[in-house]
Each structure stands twice: as structure tokens, then as C-alpha cells.
């Protein structure tokens, strides 16, 4: 139990075009989703913290209106990123919080989609 | 949120166990800590988390010190497997739940 998708796992994009991540909870609902972003040999850095049915809440310094957040159900999430650029190049994880979870704080990870700018 | 300290790197034979430890110091009576991996290229996975007393699973058992203020985690017959980055994360409360990673202990179980 507990599988989180992603897809892509990987894509290639020209630079100044949108890419669209999905993320999917199989086998729970998720009230909460979390996007990552993970360069070489970095640890994970919280991108944004995704409700459904409502504004996902970004961290200082990302920003909102080059990462588009929708979560429009308790089992999918998505992430566009607009304009890519090269330096917008990175390893991005979603995670899923089961609703049933109450207090802790167990995550469950996608796979990841590695997405190149060229 | 209680800040981390786990080493950067370590090494175990394949069969034996692996302690993996982390120092929590300033934990707060409200905090869980929590473990989770990352194999090369994939997402993180959880693996185990603790408030106060030890825990097991069919993945590693959690040894948490009687001050809270350290942590062990045990893989208790290390496969080539689990070699992997190992996190170890404390976390309070709040309604968004976030985790926040560090840099974690780079495990690399040796043949």
C-alpha cells in the first residue's frame, strides 16, 4: 500500500516552453501533497505544500507564478513549470500525506521526474 | 523544529547491522522523529518514525535515548540494497505537516 506516481519519470523541454508533473496517491487520499526539488548531490528543498481544494502554500523563494500547483483531487497533484529555463533543470519529488495519518508525519514519496532544460 | 546532526558517511558488511545514529539535542516534548531513505535516482521512502519508545518494523527498528536527545537507527542484516542516503528528521506539529531535509548519512553497505 501506500504507492505514490509520478509522471513523466523524465523529460527533455526546449527552454522557454511549460512542463506539466503529475503526481498520484494509488491506493489512499491524500489531503496533502508536497513538491520537492533536488539538485546533484543536494538533499530535497520543500518547494510548496499542495491542499486540495485549495492555494497551495509556496516556500520563501519560490516562486509562484513559474511553478503552477493544482490540486484539484484527493489523489492527484500537478506542478507546471512555466518558462523553463536551463537552471530550472532538476530532480522533482512529490509526496503524499495519507489522510488517515492524524498527528505524524509520514510521507509518501513518487518515484521523481528528472526534467532537462535545454 | 529540533535540528539534526548524523554523520556524513559510513560503511557496513553485508549481513551485519547497521547503526545509523542522529543526534536531536534540542527535541521538544512533541516531537516525533522520523527516518526515511533515498536509493540513487529515486524518491525518498519512508522507513520508521518514534515519539518515545523504541519501535520496530519489518524494514529497521528505532532506538530513541531516554532523554529523547539521540537516536539509532538499526537495519539489522545490511543488504547491498540499503545502501542509500538515510534521513533523519524531527518534526513538531502544525497543520502542514512539512518535513525538512538534511543532508543525512550516506550508508554504503560493502560485499
Known amino acids: 500500500g501506500a504507492v505514490v506516481s509520478q509522471h513523466p519519470s523524465w523529460v527533455i523541454c526546449k527552454s522557454g516552453t511549460s512542463v506539466k508533473i503529475e503526481c498520484r496517491s494509488l491506493?489512499?487520499?491524500?489531503?496533502?501533497m508536497f513538491w520537492y526539488r533536488q539538485f546533484p548531490k543536494q538533499s530535497l528543498m520543500l518547494m510548496a505544500t499542495?491542499?486540495?481544494?485549495?492555494?497551495?502554500?509556496?516556500e520563501q523563494g519560490v516562486e509562484k507564478d513559474k511553478f503552477l500547483i493544482n490540486h484539484a483531487s484527493l489523489t492527484l497533484s500537478t506542478l507546471t513549470v512555466t518558462s523553463a529555463h536551463p537552471e530550472d533543470s532538476s530532480f522533482y519529488i512529490c509526496?503524499?500525506?495519507?489522510?488517515?495519518?492524524?498527528?505524524?508525519?509520514?510521507?509518501?514519496f513518487g518515484p521523481g521526474t528528472r526534467l532537462t532544460v535545454t | 523544529d529540533a535540528k539534526t546532526t548524523q554523520p556524513p558517511s559510513m560503511d557496513c558488511a553485508e549481513g551485519r547491522a547497521a547503526n545509523l545514529p542522529c543526534n536531536h539535542s534540542?527535541?521538544?516534548?512533541?516531537?516525533?522523529v522520523y527516518w526515511y531513505r533515498q536509493i540513487h535516482s529515486q524518491g525518498p521512502q519512508y522507513i520508521i518514525h518514534?515519539?518515545?519508545n523504541n519501535e520496530t518494523n519489518e524494514m529497521a527498528s528505532l532506538i530513541i535515548t531516554e532523554d529523547r536527545k539521540s537516536s539509532t537507527l538499526i537495519l539489522p542484516h545490511a543488504t547491498l540494497r540499503d545502501t542509500a542516503v538515510y534521513y533523519c528528521?524531527?518534526?513538531?506539529?502544525?497543520?502542514?505537516?512539512?518535513?525538512?531535509f538534511g543532508k543525512g548519512t550516506l550508508l554504503t553497505v560493502n560485499p
Open positions: 499542495s491542499n486540495e481544494g485549495s492555494k497551495a502554500t509556496y
Open positions: 534540542t527535541i521538544s516534548g512533541n516531537e516525533y
Open positions: 518514534g515519539l518515545k
Open positions: 509526496s503524499a500525506r495519507d489522510r488517515r495519518a492524524g498527528a505524524t508525519y509520514e510521507q509518501y
Open positions: 491506493d489512499f487520499q491524500a489531503t496533502t
Open positions: 528528521i524531527v518534526n513538531s506539529g502544525g497543520s502542514n505537516y512539512k518535513l525538512t
